[in-house]
């Protein structure tokens, strides 16, 4: 294991390094933020983040880049604490400190082949520089959500209020999660596959599980494009700037909708059928021990008018999503993103 101390770097160490990895072929993922008192919520967002490339680069803000962007009363660590407790973890490969409220000097050298972003951002929402300097270096994006009840405003409020930690949870926030369901919350994203093929036997298993269903007055509107042809998949991955990795996975299946067929031939009743198709097929998915993603394609019209072209199909086909599947080679842990808040008991 490289010593802590050796993972924190300049950025123009961070380059060299960069160039001694590109030299053995290994991929690059990079994320930034502040990482003030490192909690859960941080490991387990760094650790999915690892799993996206061969080695993770953290960008850290600087003790004045954080105070710009938090106010003064932060960092409640200082840069080099939270570089150092960043390079202690297994999942960190490298860890830059950054000034100012951007990483764009970090971008502008170190070209990743993953960005990853936690929270509710999405590609349109990034700053556009830092976006416009991560396409160009042809990063893909990854957003992972934060996992619910970890912040550190939340612990910061605690020690404020006097509180203690709330009770042990068992990969959620809120009360343990129960095996029973355990089909659910084992299910995951899953972004990296073997090389080993899926068997057609498999494929029809989890489209038989799709097509159970519910479905509005049962017209079941949904059609599914099982992407066998390795040059189809690749043409398909290259319009999904979220979803390239679908080139490196052994199958895939196009979920679209027929319009003619669709409740009332309602759009938005094609769209409901077809997530529970996909819900439905994604449980299947785990439930075999294979790995799949959902890969976004509605509303986004470019990719709706891309996918239709490559299929052949006439306007009334709508793609919804592409499903990447494959064995898995990463196993993220199960969960739940449980949050208090959204619920209302309506007593
Ligand atoms: C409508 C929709 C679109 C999605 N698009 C993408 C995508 O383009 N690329 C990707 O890697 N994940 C995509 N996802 C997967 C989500 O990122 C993932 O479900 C979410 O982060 C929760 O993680 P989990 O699936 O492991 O529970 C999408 C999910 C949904 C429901």
Known sequence: M???????MTLDQAVAWQTAIRREHKTLAVTNGAFDLLHRGHVEYLNQAAAEADALLVAVNSDASVKQLKGPERPLVGEQDRAMLLASLQAVSAV??????????VFSVIHPDV????????????DREEHALLKRAGARFVFIPFVAGFSTTSIVRRLRDGGSAPAASHGTAGP????????IFCRRSVRHYQLRPVADEHLVAILQAAMAAPSACAKDPWQFHVLKNDGLRTDIAAVLPNGRFLAQAPT?????????????AELSYLIQDCAA????LLLAVSQLGLGACWLGVHPRQDRVDAIRQLLKQPAEIIPIAVIAIGWPAEHPPKRSRYRDDAIHWEV
């Open 176 to 183: 343990a999660l129960n095996n029973a369901l355990d089909t």
């Open 277 to 280: 198709a996909i819900e439905n």
């Open 96 to 105: 830059v400190i950054f000034n100012g409220p951007k990483p764009v000097d």
């Open 252 to 264: 895939g299946i196009v979920v679209c909708g027929d319009l003619r067929r669709a409740h009332g």
């Open 2 to 8: 490289t010593a802590p101390e050796l993972k924190i």
């Open 115 to 126: 960005y990853v972003k936690g929270g509710d951002y999405t590609e349109d929402s990034l």
